[in-house]
T-cell receptor, first 111, second 112 residues
Framework: KAGVTQTPRYLIKTRGQQVTLSCSPI?????VSWYQQTPGQGLQFLFE???????NKGNFPGRFSGRQFSNSRSEMNVSTLELGDSALYLC??????????FGPGTRLTVL | QKEVEQDPGPLSVPEGAIVSLNCTYS??????FMWYRQYSRKGPELLMY????GNKEDGRFTAQVDKSSKYISLFIRDSQPSDSATYLC????????????FGSGTQLTVLP
């Protein structure tokens, strides 16, 4: 089975712009979670989607949003980018069990 | 204070050594405990998954959970240079099992 794929792998944006990241889960997995990883804060949970519905949300501002499509692929969007949004954004998928499998991440740099 | 505390290291050991990695936590609602390994420029890879208290062994890896002390450990036997990575503990509550709270990670180097 192919693993979790994330696109793009690298992205450079400037402050004030918006960005959309994409995640394709492992085939058959219906849950997709997003995390932000920074050197200072570590890995932090953003949100989880299951069957196109957001089930849980972490403590991030409303500039961070996401959605999931009927094929379980997910996107996350960050609007009005700030320097502090520079991070590795990780997507994880899971099936019926709660075991999460992570993708390689998208490294976002905000200038 | 963070919900999950993990010594960031760095930790450096000779090849063949037994490595002990630990996390403490404050949220008594955590029931699911995981250890992930993350190589540089890669996503975390699940090593061990444990529910509630007890021990779990998988090859060279042993995970221990002591809920009474709010303390979890990962032991690596016969460590190899390929084990050099950052090790992250993670945990979650029932009802939101996929909302993981991570430790800050311990950077391990195994010297040949």
């Amino acid at each position: 089975k192919a693993g979790v794929t994330q696109t793009p792998r690298y992205l450079i944006k400037t402050r004030g712009q918006q960005v959309t990241l994409s995640c394709s889960p492992i085939s058959g997995h219906r849950s997709v979670s997003w995390y932000q990883q920074t050197p200072g804060q570590g890995l932090q949970f953003l949100f989880e989607y299951f069957s196109e519905t957001q089930r849980n949300k972490g403590n991030f501002p409303g500039r961070f949003s996401g959605r999931q499509f009927s094929n379980s692929r997910s996107e996350m969007n960050v609007s009005t980018l700030e320097l502090g949004d520079s991070a590795l954004y990780l997507c994880a998928s899971s099936a019926q069990t709660d075991t999460q499998y992570f993708g390689p991440g998208t490294r976002l740099t905000v200038l | 204070q963070k919900e999950v505390e993990q010594d960031p290291g760095p930790l450096s050991v000779p090849e063949g050594a037994i490595v002990s990695l630990n996390c403490t936590y404050s949220n008594s609602a955590f029931q699911y405990f995981m250890w992930y390994r993350q190589y540089s420029r890669k996503g975390p890879e699940l090593l061990m998954y444990t529910y509630s208290s007890g021990n779990k062994e998988d090859g060279r890896f042993t995970a221990q959970v002591d809920k009474s002390s709010k303390y979890i450990s990962l032991f690596i036997r016969d460590s190899q240079p390929s084990d050099s990575a950052t090790y992250l503990c993670a945990m979650s509550e029932p009802g939101s099992a996929r909302q993981l709270t991570f430790g800050s990670g311990t950077q391990l180097t195994v010297l040949p």
